[in-house]
């Protein structure tokens, strides 16, 4: 290149750059990007696969607005502008409405405005009988209870998240840009006097195309087949997984596995997890809130007095990731302990209490659901029968009502089923519902604060409202004190201690606001460690989300962490170990990384504005929560959770305006003939250059 082209350079790069930028404006000019969208994605088990995705370029309609049956109609039939791509109130996304559309042919994609509060004839996308097929009850264990036939636990169920889509279904924040895509439609799109509008009307695309396809055994062999023999592999989907999160009272050797002898372990168990029709949207207050909250107030309370005088039976507190999904979390704890690879193994375990949906007692009654299966057997029933009257004598000292359903009534869904697959151990299940769910809003996105009752006054400020004592928090308060002491009790703890054993009713407030209003709170962010503070924070001004999801590359979903890190500054003690001790401690003498966890946590912040970290020794572990089925590479399994959740490339939402058909094939005919004349008129000075161009040439002076 020579000199006078190196003069040129800049100038090209500067035309390039502006060029770029000025494509850039132009499709912000045509295209309005929708940010608070969150799509409905694909899942799959041993047998199918369900959710939805968009084609491989996205899928385009006429934005319609749902919001009479006779704009479902036109949708449906009537309208002369299909595809659509219908935008609906909550109120419309029901089942009725959602299978009309997937047997139509004019529907593109569905967006659901969010909404705050839910019907109040109740709505569930889940199944009426969830986890059906990987509980307990079979043909071979109480049949006459399996498949619900005796209590249908979840009746509002419809069955709505375990439909198949081939369009796109995203969820809208309703906010500023929902009024946006209302202006858009009123402005282009919508009916004068019953008569069709006129083009230009308004348009939307979703971007939601999915890699993985039929099932989870199709997609993990050709996931299998691609990372054999593809240079570049990619995987379709993933085994959907994270971790569990457990404590004991007195620190077991974590780093050997299997039996303990002379020990014996009362465990106390929630779950982690819920989910609703939409990926990553699962608020799960009565589902999963009420529980975790409950159990973490009931280990905070019962951990010194434990310390104090321990009770002769060690007590183990769980909480298991994953239970939406076919048990996945308590499946895999159970399967290790039968294969000896968790810290105890079945024959430690002495009994069990779960705690389930407890959050809408609301003054009423409490039951106590054990297995009438298992029962059966003197020896069990005895046992089962002591942990019932244990019970009872704390909830008549507390002025709680406790009872118990028909003899020969089922479990509800609960991880305590995992552990009777295996042995009859004796345990109870911990309810606000006598037969079937209380909860009318079970793995939906309705399941709300707002509908655990967790509100507050409008005049607070956030730290205010962190402190404030709802009435929900007070009822909690008495359920995990009942848990904390009947737990002791059931340890064989002494009576003389129990009055010792009180929740706090601030610190379950604390835990309500933050796992259901703002995790982005002064209370958590002193919990955390530092780095979960900085960038990429898991604290933000919404709550957790309670969906599994996947587990890449080690990481830890935010809600397991919370729940790690406030369990172990409950249960924990600080010490004097600086970061680097904490961070290393099998340098430190006395201190033992196979009975402990350590953590460095951030503290609370000073007036100044600084906070004084410091290092928490716990005996709070990790286990893993991924079904067995991918640990025996049986994706097709029938004893295990198989679920995976397919992988995909871009999540997009965008509307515009679309011409008529007839300008678009115009400009297209325009197009094409520019193209062609131009192709012309290039061959003509082509091949006349030498006459058109033609220049009196200077002899080159280069010498050689």
């Known amino acids: 290149m020579g000199q006078e082209s190196f003069k040129w350079f800049p100038l090209l790069v500067v035309s390039l750059f502006h060029t770029s930028v000025r494509c850039s404006s132009v499709e912000q000019k045509i295209y309005v990007e929708l940010n608070s969208t969150v799509p409905c994605v694909r899942l799959l088990n041993a047998t199918h696969q369900i959710g939805c995705q968009s084609s491989i370029s996205g899928d385009t309609g006429v934005l319609h607005v749902l919001e009479t049956e006779a704009d479902l109609d036109w949708i449906l039939s009537t309208g002369p502008h299909p595809p659509y791509m219908v935008v609906m109130e909550a109120a419309f996304f029901t089942r009725s409405t959602m299978v009309k559309m997937k047997n139509s042919s004019r529907v593109a994609g569905v967006a659901v405005i969010k909404s705050n509060t839910g019907p109040t004839e109740g709505f569930s996308p889940h199944t009426s009988c969830p986890n059906q097929n990987t509980g307990v009850y079979t043909e071979h264990y109480g049949p006459e209870l399996a498949n619900c036939n005796n209590t249908v636990w979840n009746p509002l169920g419809n069955g709505l998240s375990y439909e198949d889509f081939a369009f796109p279904i995203f969820s809208l924040k309703d906010d500023n840009q929902t009024q946006v895509i209302r202006k858009c439609y009123e402005d282009h799109n919508m009916r004068m006097n019953g008569s069709a509008p006129q083009y230009p009307l308004c348009a939307m695309q979703l971007f939601s195309h999915m890699h993985a396809v039929t099932d989870t055994v199709t997609c993990m062999r050709r996931t299998d087949l691609q990372n054999s023999f593809s240079i570049n592999p990619e995987k379709l989907c993933d085994p959907l997984s994270d971790f569990n999160v457990w404590t004991s009272i007195r620190p077991l050797n974590n780093s050997i596995k299997g039996h303990k002898e002379n020990e014996s372990v009362v465990i106390a168990a929630a779950r982690l997890d819920g989910r609703s029709f939409f990926w990553d949207i699962a608020p799960s207050a009565e589902g999963t809130v009420s529980s975790i909250v409950t159990l973490l107030a009931a280990a905070q309370a019962l951990y010194p007095v434990a310390l104090e005088a321990p009770p002769q039976r060690n007590i183990f507190f769980t909480f298991f990731q994953g239970e939406a999904f076919d048990y996945i979390g308590s499946s895999r704890m159970v399967y290790d302990m039968e294969n000896s690879k968790f810290v105890i193994d079945l024959d430690n375990v002495h009994s069990l209490l779960e705690i389930g949906q407890i959050g809408l007692r609301n003054g009423q009654s409490l039951w106590m659901h054990s297995d009438p299966v298992s029962r059966k057997n003197t020896t069990v029933n005895k046992q089962v029968a002591n942990l019932v009257a244990n019970i009872k004598s704390v909830a008549s000292s507390l002025n709680l009502s406790l009872n118990e359903p028909s003899a020969t009534q089922a479990l509800p869904p609960s991880s305590f089923q995992r552990f009777l697959r295996v042995r009859p151990v004796p345990g109870l299940v911990l309810a606000d519902h006598q037969a079937s769910f209380t909860n009318r809003y079970y793995e939906s996105l309705y399941d709300t604060a707002t509908y655990l009752n967790v509100t507050y006054p409008s005049d607070l400020s956030p730290e205010q409202q962190l402190e404030y004592e709802t009435e929900a928090a007070k009822s909690l308060t008495q359920v995990a004190t009942l848990v904390a002491r009947s737990i002791y009790k059931q340890a064989g703890g002494e009576d003389r201690f129990l009055n010792n054993i009180t929740a706090d009713t601030k610190t379950v407030a604390k835990l309500l606001y933050g796992f259901l209003i703002m995790s982005n709170n002064s209370w958590f962010s002193s919990l955390l460690p530092p780095e979960a503070l900085g960038r990429g924070s898991i604290l933000e001004s919404s709550p957790p989300q309670y969906y599994i999801g996947l587990r890449l590359d080690n990481t830890v979903k935010s809600v397991t962490r919370f729940v790690q890190f406030i369990l172990a500054n409950m249960t924990g003690t600080v010490t004097k170990l600086n970061q680097s001790q904490c961070q290393n401690p099998k340098d430190v003498p006395g201190e033992s990384k196979d009975l402990y966890s350590y953590s460095w946590v951030s503290g609370p912040v000073s007036v100044n504005g600084t906070t004084d970290p410091y290092c928490v020794r ?87």
């Open 618 to 704: 716990s005996s709070v572990h990790l286990s893993k929560a991924l079904s067995p089925a991918f640990e025996l590479t049986d994706y097709g399994s029938r004893e295990y959770s198989t679920w995976t959740e397919s992988r995909w490339k871009t999540i997009r939402a965008r509307i515009f305006l679309v011409a008529s058909p007839q300008l678009e094939m115009m400009t297209l005919g325009v197009g094409v003939a520019v193209l062609l004349v131009s192709l012309v008129v290039t061959y003509f000075i082509s091949s006349k250059a030498e006459l058109l161009f033609s220049a009196t040439r200077e002899p080159p002076n280069t010498t050689y």
